[in-house]
């Protein structure tokens, strides 16, 4: 087994770890602080080639596949977990539909925008349909040659500020997902709002709004995929998003761990320093090894999707164990500091707040329990 990165890979991981010192850990708790969605870094991203890595050389991007992607998520959320959201959605969730289900022209058209520092969201979660995506009640019909968008969604990460959204809708709701088409909406259509702005726990410069759609007019053309489709759409792009999430969680929990082993060193109680007593390096010594499995662990997932495979139940694995082994190296790391990680001078305090996510979106760690064990038992 062969777990070295290629060169390419290499130099962008450098590159990316350059620029994320330069121009993202500075800015991270100000951002944090402020809400401020940084539209400037984005563009810097794009300016450098991180916003193409995903897609293909004909589109402007690099073509660097699902492991050089989980590589940058990694590496941007361990300097801010709001801009890995950010990117995440843009790169992935948001366009995972149009570049695994779209046609040529919707590609043409969306993917240099991502390329060149777009923003995208994915409008599918709605009050009563969060796990249980089959009964979303936004609803389309067709008038004169276009389809007609009714309803409202919820809790939608870039949702302020995305140039478009990739949204979810049903026929007849007593369809079920049958019934369930995906359609590209471009801001600015008439009928088409951004609503209430979420004042969340963290992740702050990522926007958390309602998109509201009142007799939304949209082109046939903004159809993505067949009608009835948008139930796989949507699944298909949840499970490849997760490896993402488990990307974020790694690169949070990698910052947490750097934070407290430099506390630790630095930090002198009983005439020593911390990093001396056996309770404080067995603690590092769990973080270590709980770190090294989660990235392990989502790197394999990725890979296994770059080279063809169906990678169901690793993304749900990779999802569940990155994101609470973040959530157990947050807490340690919040130990070491004592009443310095409860404060926000510390940005430990941070990424406790920041990591708290990436157990509940793209599915609850519950609900990736549940899609692992069907694909070990083979029930549905």
């Known amino acids: 087994m062969d777990f070295s990165l290629t060169q390419d890979q290499e130099m962008f991981r450098d590159m990316l770890r350059g620029f994320v010192s330069k121009e993202i850990e500075p800015y991270a708790q100000e951002w944090d602080e402020t809400n401020e969605f940084p539209y400037e870094t984005l563009r810097k991203m794009a300016e450098v080639g991180i916003c193409g890595v995903r897609f293909p050389e004909e589109y402007g991007g690099s073509d660097g596949g699902e492991l050089s992607f989980v590589i940058a998520v990694e590496g941007i959320s361990r300097g801010s977990a709001g801009l ?9 969730l948001a366009m995972h539909p149009i570049t695994m289900f779209g046609n040529a022209a919707q590609k043409g058209e969306y993917i240099p925008k991502i390329v060149n520092g777009g923003v995208a969201c994915f409008g599918l979660t709605e009050a009563s349909a969060g796990s249980d995506v089959a009964v979303l009640t936004t609803g389309y019909k067709k008038k004169d040659g276009h389809y007609v968008l009714n309803g409202t ?41 951004v609503g209430k702005h979420e004042k969340k726990m963290g992740i702050h410069p990522a926007s958390a709004t309602e998109l509201v759609f009142e007799e939304c007019e949209i082109p046939e053309s903004n ?44 930090r002198v109680q009983f005439g020593k320093e911390l990093a001396r007593m056996q309770a404080i390096q067995w603690m590092i010594a769990d973080m270590a090894t709980e770190l090294d499995a989660a990235r392990l662990v989502t790197y394999r997932a990725a890979w296994l999707a770059d ?7 690793e993304s749900a694995m990779a999802k569940l164990f990155a ?22 001078e510390f940005p430990v305090e941070r990424y406790a707040r920041d990591q708290r996510i990436t157990e509940i979106y793209e599915g609850t760690s519950e609900m990736q329990r549940w899609t692992i064990a069907r694909q070990v038992l083979g029930v549905k």
Do not use: W
Not at 307 to 313: T, V
């Open 84 to 92: 890995g959201a950010i990117y995440f959605v843009n790169l992935g």
């Open 153 to 193: 969604k919820i809790f939608i990460t870039n949702g302020a500020e995305a140039d478009f959204a990739l949204v979810f809708a049903t026929r007849d709701k007593s369809q079920g997902h049958r019934g369930i088409s995906a359609f590209v909406v471009d801001r600015g259509t008439p009928g088409f709002e």
């Open 223 to 266: 159809l993505v995929g067949k009608e009835g489709d948008g139930f796989k759409v949507a699944m298909s792009s949840i499970d490849a998003s997760r490896v993402s999430v488990a990307a974020q969680a790694v690169g949070i929990a990698q910052a947490a761990f750097d934070a407290a082993v430099g506390y630790s060193k630095e």
């Open 307 to 313: 080279n063809g495979h169906d990678c169901i139940k």
């Open 323 to 344: 994101s609470e082994t973040s959530h157990r190296i947050c807490h340690k790391a919040q130990q070491i500091f004592g009443g310095y990680g409860y404060v926000k």
